[in-house]
């Protein structure tokens, strides 16, 4: 089955504790990105990767990272997590730039 | 960056209505996406529009592509309880990444 997948669904962490949201997808698309979800301010994209070890920054990258080693996976890295990064993040794939995303499931995130 | 201001913000409607809602944006767009959220789960991608004045249906589904380029409309008819969730639109302009609208958060009462 074509997915996305995102691990863990859900996590509670402390602040300055670094943690790795993994996102993989079997579609074999170039274009991967996150997002991240917060009550009236829709989907804002964190990072995106065109391709592998291609990345780029979105509109709120601020204590986010990320890397594409391989075209599968695209793992979200919060270094020194803070409570403002408490939110729900997704994880997309489209063939290209300009295609259709599918998204994962996503992954509840708060920070204490 | 980019905002996309949808309208309206939530609704609530009886079972069986029709249900309109819209999407604009300040910028001209190429391509118009429109998703659903269902509680706790991704969106889902529902329409995708790709030239101006395109209208396009997916079961009730209807969108269209507005002739300016700036908008776009979703209709769903005869609405269902499981229609519940959160619709987003998601725009594009050439070379650049999709951006999202807040969503609008419908409520299908029985």
């Known amino acids: 089955e074509a997915q996305v997948t995102q691990n863990p669904r859900y996590l509670i962490t402390v602040t300055g504790k670094k943690l790795t949201v993994t996102c993989s997808q079997n579609m074999n698309h170039e274009y991967m990105s996150w997002y991240r979800q917060d009550p009236g301010l829709g989907l804002r994209q964190i990072y995106y990767s065109m391709n592998v070890e291609v990345t780029d920054k979105g509109d709120v990258p601020e204590g986010y990272k990320v890397s594409r080693k391989e075209k599968r996976n695209f793992p979200l890295i919060l270094e020194s997590p803070s409570p403002n990064q408490t939110s729900l993040y997704f994880c997309?794939?489209?063939?290209?730039?300009?295609?259709?995303?599918?998204f994962g499931p996503g992954t509840r995130l708060t920070v204490l | 960056g980019q905002q996309l201001n949808q309208s309206p913000q939530s609704m609530f409607i009886q079972e069986g209505e029709d249900v309109s809602m819209n999407c604009t944006s300040s910028s001209i767009f190429n391509t118009w996406l429109w998703y659903k959220q269902d509680p706790g789960e991704g969106p889902v991608l529902l329409i995708a529009?790709?030239?101006?004045?395109e209208l396009t249906s997916n079961g009730r589904l209807t969108a269209q592509f507005g002739i300016t380029r700036k908008d776009s409309f979703l209709n769903i008819s005869a609405s269902i309880p499981s229609d519940v969730g959160i619709y987003f639109c998601a725009g594009r302009n050439y070379g650049q990444n999709f951006v999202f609208g807040p969503g609008t958060r419908l409520s299908v009462l029985p």
């Open positions: 997309a794939s489209s063939l290209s730039s300009s295609g259709e995303q599918f």
């Open positions: 529009l790709y030239k101006a004045g």
